[in-house]
């Protein structure tokens, strides 16, 4: 698609970033254009986008670094990647931040922008990067909720009744009801503060359990495990997700919802994301490494000991948020059928809950049943980070800028770039092959629909 086919396809709409005036005959844009969408544009303070990033970052997610980064990368390599992970995120997230009006419109979708700098195919692609992307977060969170759910469980029933599968299925129908009940990312809203508290809640609770654990146990064994073929592909592997740690895939769609200017008030929410945001983070995975070591799960709840009462809470409260989380990265998906099929009004409509129910219940119902078919949650991390993690926040973001800020880049500053973009690509290649060489292995341990 050319840029002027893109233009065509994005009418002008009201938004407070795009302040308009009428004359005798059109409307005319002061500001910047923003693409035809059914859902809010420049609505929400910086405050609250800082939240929904800090939010994704923090989920139950993070239970699982330090068996999927710590231990295969030890004690240095986990902390200096994770380390970097951080700051080149921080870089990387930045730079589509500067970029998001480029050419005088705001890119409200990763797409739109991609289509409008590189045309019809690099749409497509990016289109098809992102939703891979964003569908193999989501069967990690119903995975997510659903070991939190069967820990729940067996706290106070082990009689290996129920299966695994059995909560990836519960968990689904959750996320349904709450899809459901929740129209766009801007009306979260209470939930965000709601999702915060939760995971307040079983971040305390790990890092004083898995505390007290460290002090009171004996010496742990730091070695990482494996043959030394078998650590090459587990440590590009963590490399995959160590990038999936910090990246949503999603900055433009996130930044769509920051009110005027826009630029500023993403790069506000972004410091705070990886400022204060990302201290639980690091704080439970190097916290957890160093009370169990190479012991450690993709899921340190299973690891801590304690109270029956505070792990249930813990659990319980992991499952909780894993719904809100996983509807922030469900959003772009919903926010495209929205607006496809007209769905606008009260978001209690008869029509627009039935449609809700029926759509998007469709796409969670996929997304329970690959989950419960392959749960191997470490795996997805990988290859999630190598199938277009790193593409979309790093090799296409170096590109991206370097043509939106080329008369304004040093011939230095344009080889950094380019040279950014080379490495990331390489990384990148890497990791997927040692991606789907960990699901391979995993797929010949576990059978399917695996009571892990």
């Known amino acids: 698609m050319g840029k002027n086919e893109q233009r065509e396809e994005m009418p002008i709409i009201s938004s407070p970033s795009n302040p308009q005036k009428m004359d005798d005959h059109h409307v005319v844009p002061l ?19 800082g939240v929904v990033l800090s939010t994704g970052i923090n989920s139950a997610y993070a ?27 921080l870089y990387a997230s930045t730079l589509m931040a500067k970029i998001h ?32 992307n964003l ?36 968990a689904g129908l959750a996320c349904v009801l709450f899809a459901i009940a929740v129209p766009t990312l801007s009306s979260l809203r209470v939930w965000l503060a709601i999702s915060s508290v939760f995971s307040l809640i ?24 494996g043959s030394k073929i078998n650590r090459v592909f587990t440590t590009t592997g963590a490399a995959g997700s160590l990038i999936f740690v910090f990246n949503t895939g999603m900055i433009p769609e996130i930044q769509a919802t920051v009110r005027a200017p826009v630029v500023d008030n993403m790069l506000k929410a972004l410091y705070f994301q990886f400022s204060l945001g990302s201290v639980p983070v690091h704080v439970v995975t190097y916290v957890g490494y160093w009370a169990y070591g190479s012991s450690s799960t993709s899921y340190l709840l299973n690891n801590v000991s304690g109270p029956v009462w505070v792990k249930a809470l813990a659990n319980i409260t992991a499952f909780l948020q894993a719904i809100i989380a996983l509807h922030i990265f469900a959003s772009p998906t919903y926010e495209y059928l929205d607006t496809k099929y007209a769905i606008k009004g009260s978001a209690l409509a008869i029509r627009n809950l039935a ?21 191997f949650l470490g795996d997805f991390m990988s290859l999630t980070g190598a199938i277009s993690s790193i593409p979309l926040t790093f090799i296409l973001s170096n590109h991206m800028y370097i043509i939106a800020m080329k008369n304004k880049l040093s011939s230095l ?39 892990l």
């Open 202 to 225: 079983y971040l305390t609770i790990v890092f004083v359990l898995a505390l007290r654990d460290g002090i009171n146990s004996p010496p742990r064994d730091y070695s990482i495990p």
């Open 413 to 451: 500053q344009k080889s950094w770039h380019l040279l950014n973009v080379i490495f990331f690509s390489v990384v990148a290649a890497a990791a997927l092959v040692a991606a789907f060489r960990l699901i391979t292995v995993d797929s010949k341990t576990y059978h399917t629909f695996a009571d």
């Open 135 to 170: 569908f193999l977060i989501n069967i990690g969170f119903i995975i997510l909720g659903g070991q939190a759910l069967k820990a729940f469980y067996v706290l106070f029933k082990d009689d290996h009744q129920m299966k695994l599968a059995y909560f990836i299925a519960i």
């Open 101 to 132: 009006e480029y050419g005088g419109k705001r890119h409200i979708r990763y797409r739109d922008l991609a289509g409008f700098m590189y045309g019809r195919t690099a749409y497509v692609i990016v289109w098809a990067l992102q939703y891979a």
């Open 355 to 375: 449609f809700r129910a029926l759509v998007r219940g469709g796409y969670l119902a996929l997304t329970t049943f690959l989950s419960a078919l392959l749960p």
């Open 63 to 89: 239970l699982g670094y330090a068996g999927t980064i710590m231990v295969p990368l030890g004690w240095t390599g986990g902390v200096i990647g994770l380390v970097l992970s951080t700051l080149i995120s």
């Open 31 to 49: 500001e910047v254009e923003v693409p035809e969408t059914l859902h809010q544009v420049g609505t929400d303070s910086w405050f609250q986008v």
